[in-house]
């Protein structure tokens, strides 16, 4: 265990808690606490301690339901970025260097909070026009500008209603090349990946029922799926026997370019179980 409970105020509510590192390898927790209204929190682990990350006081948009979703990355000069879904619907991506907030979109844009960074630290989104259909991977050049990475444009096989396919996550290979997970059925039936070579866009179906992905480092794409969505066989990709009946949430890492698996057993109590490959 490290350390006591990261709460600035333990009676107050904490959601939506995140992990991640920082560009020197540090250990960094972030979440939302309900203080009054809802704050954006981080810390981060300098070996010993918990220590509150240097930022200025950022309230978060939230709804009725609660805080709106957000996400959080640390850019190439290590400064804090922090995406989240503002008024109407937009996603609001600022900066901090620690004494103020810049914001790196305007208005905003339609897209994912989702932020994700290359090996040079640059942060990448993607945004999506609901009127063209595109989703547009865009890295942040510095300033405010947001370069275009690559697009994509598909439309649905089984919706003529809702005729395009919109990226509901994505990753970013070690040579930056993005991969799209999406719906090509809108009804359902399991998530095809697109992965960018350069030129085109590359597709893979794995499985009807999605629950986790990563990428090795040869960036081959590694699935956890299920035909069912609980209580059935749960199947890893370059594997050759099923992990087990589970039920509940799944998570998948890479260790070592092997799979590992945090997970709950339904033969095993449905304690919590980590298994790897």
Same mark, same amino acid.
């Given at each position: 265990?490290?350390?006591?409970?990261?709460?600035i105020?333990?009676?107050?509510?904490?959601?939506?808690? !995140?992990?991640?590192?920082?560009?020197?390898?540090?250990?960094?927790?972030?979440?939302?606490?309900?203080?009054?209204?809802?704050?954006?929190?981080?810390r981060?682990?300098?070996g010993?301690?918990?220590?509150?990350?240097?930022?200025?006081?950022?309230?978060?948009?939230?709804t009725?339901?609660?805080?709106?979703?957000?996400?959080?990355?640390f850019?190439s000069?290590?400064?804090f970025?922090?995406s989240?879904?503002?008024n109407?619907g937009?996603v609001?991506?600022?900066?901090?260097?620690?004494?103020?907030?810049?914001a790196?979109?305007?208005?905003g844009?339609?897209?994912?909070?989702?932020?994700?960074?290359?090996?040079?630290?640059?942060?990448?989104?993607?945004?999506?026009? !609901?009127?063209?259909?595109n989703?547009?991977?865009?890295?942040?050049?510095?300033?405010?500008?947001?370069?275009?990475v690559?697009?994509?444009?598909?439309?649905?096989y089984?919706?003529?209603?809702?005729? =395009?396919?919109?990226?509901?996550s994505?990753?970013?290979?070690?040579?930056?090349?993005?991969v799209?997970?999406?719906?090509?059925?809108?009804?359902?039936?399991?998530?095809d990946?697109?992965?960018?070579?350069?030129?085109?866009?590359l597709?893979?179906?794995r499985?009807? =029922?999605?629950?986790?992905?990563a990428l090795?480092?040869?960036? =081959?794409?590694?699935?956890?799926?299920?035909?069912?969505?609980?209580?059935?066989?749960?199947?890893?990709?370059?594997?050759?026997?099923d992990?087990?009946?589970?039920?509940g949430?799944?998570?998948l890492a890479?260790?070592?370019?092997?799979?590992?698996?945090?997970?709950?057993?339904r033969?095993?109590?449905?304690?919590?179980?980590?298994?790897?490959?």
């Open positions: 265990r490290l350390g006591g409970a990261l709460d105020v333990d009676s107050h509510n904490s959601v939506q808690p !995140k992990l991640l590192l920082d560009r020197n390898g540090k250990l960094v927790v972030v979440w939302a606490e309900d203080n009054g209204l809802w704050y954006l929190q981080a981060r682990w300098n010993t301690s918990w220590e509150k990350l240097p930022i200025p006081s950022k309230p978060l948009p939230y009725s339901t609660g805080v709106n979703a957000f996400d959080a990355a850019d000069s290590n400064a970025v922090v989240v879904y503002g109407y937009r609001q991506v600022s900066r901090t260097t620690g004494s103020s907030w810049t790196l979109t305007g208005m844009f339609t897209g994912l909070t989702q932020l994700e960074t290359n090996a040079s630290g640059e942060i990448h989104a993607v945004f999506q026009s !609901k009127i063209t259909g989703n547009y991977i865009k890295r942040w050049t510095g300033g405010l500008n947001w370069q275009i690559a697009t994509f444009n598909k439309t649905a089984d919706s003529p209603d809702a005729p =395009y396919i919109y990226a509901e994505f990753a970013l290979r070690a040579d930056g090349k993005p799209l997970e999406a719906p090509t059925f809108v009804g359902g039936y399991g998530s990946f697109f992965t960018w070579t350069g030129l085109t866009w597709e893979t179906h499985g009807r =029922y999605m629950h986790d992905y090795n480092s040869s960036t =081959y794409l590694i699935t956890a799926t299920s035909f069912y969505g609980g209580g059935t066989e749960l199947e890893v990709t370059g594997t050759t026997q992990a087990g009946l589970f039920d949430d799944v998570s890479i260790r070592n370019d092997q799979p590992l698996l945090l997970y709950f057993p033969a095993e109590n449905n304690k919590l179980t980590a298994k790897l490959w």
